[in-house]
């Protein structure tokens, strides 16, 4: 271990590096988020909502201006990590939120639940919905985003994985995976790579480039088929390999460029 961090004795349930790894953001059970500057590893700064609902999805945007962060009852927290207060409250939501994202800018937060996709402006002083979207069946379980891209990859209740292009929402692409449920998706670093897991044990590879005139073109990589798949997918730093946990408790990793283990 390089280094440790002190934090007070509560379950930590999720970790958050800021984009370009100035802070590590913990979300911990008593529902406070601590803020901690990754080069001293101090305590930089405490936030706090307003319930205890917990933390279950956190993400810093790029200028490391703000911190969003979804909870449990359907409700967004947005911080101003720079002078350390709860600067906004969405609270309108009525479905569960899947996961919040900032453009790359940071002037914008793109925020995904089981049946809308919304925009909305960030200022100084005041946040607006500027776009809202209403997603098209099947349900939305799980997102992520390719950030250098703004393409937004969305897992399907049907066993599709849905490519859209933020803020539009314009769809770029349907994937099959599988006749189950896929439970997680995520691209690689660089958003060449995309990776989704079904509830069948089916994990799927994709290869996703840009060609001419802005034209996505996603092409199969590699596909495993794994019976006692648990849960989780991380992709190495240069896409080249794939780790999965597994119910045995062991950690699978697959070289993508050749599908072997």
């Known amino acids: 271990i390089d280094r440790s961090l002190s934090l007070p004795p509560v379950q930590t349930s999720i970790l958050v590096y800021s984009p370009d790894g100035t802070y590590l953001a913990a979300a911990n059970s008593d529902a406070l988020v601590r803020v901690f ?8 700064a405490t936030l706090e909502g307003k319930s205890n609902a ?7 945007s790029p200028d490391n201006m703000w911190l969003a962060g979804v909870t449990t009852s359907e409700v967004m927290y947005i911080w101003n990590l720079q002078a350390g207060h709860l600067a906004f409250v969405l609270d309108e939501f009525t479905e569960r939120i899947i996961d919040a994202f900032f453009s790359p800018d940071s002037s914008q937060l793109f925020i995904v639940t089981e049946d809308e996709l919304s ?3 960030l ?15 099947p349900q939305v379980i799980d997102a992520d985003l390719a950030k250098a891209s703004n393409l937004l990859a969305t897992a399907r209740q049907d066993g599709t994985v849905w490519l859209q292009m933020l803020p539009s929402g314009r769809v770029m692409a349907r994937l099959n995976t599988s006749e189950s449920a896929v439970y997680e998706v995520m691209f690689s670093a660089d958003g060449k790579r995309l990776v989704s897991r079904s509830m069948d044990g089916n994990v799927s590879v994709w290869k996703v480039s840009w060609q001419g ?20 997918l991380a992709f190495s730093a240069d896409g080249s390999s794939l780790a999965i946990i597994l119910n045995s408790g062991t950690v699978g990793i697959w070289k993508l460029n050749d599908g072997k283990t």
């Open 123 to 137: 200022g100084e002083k005041n946040i607006i919905r500027v776009r809202r979207i209403l997603m098209e069946s």
């Open 54 to 60: 917990l933390i279950v999805s956190m993400a810093i």
């Open 119 to 121: 925009t909305w402006q």
């Open 213 to 232: 005139f802005g034209a996505l073109e996603v092409s199969p990589l590699a596909t495993f088929r794994i019976p006692n798949l648990m849960n989780n």
């Open 37 to 44: 500057n990754v080069q001293d590893s101090t305590e930089y």
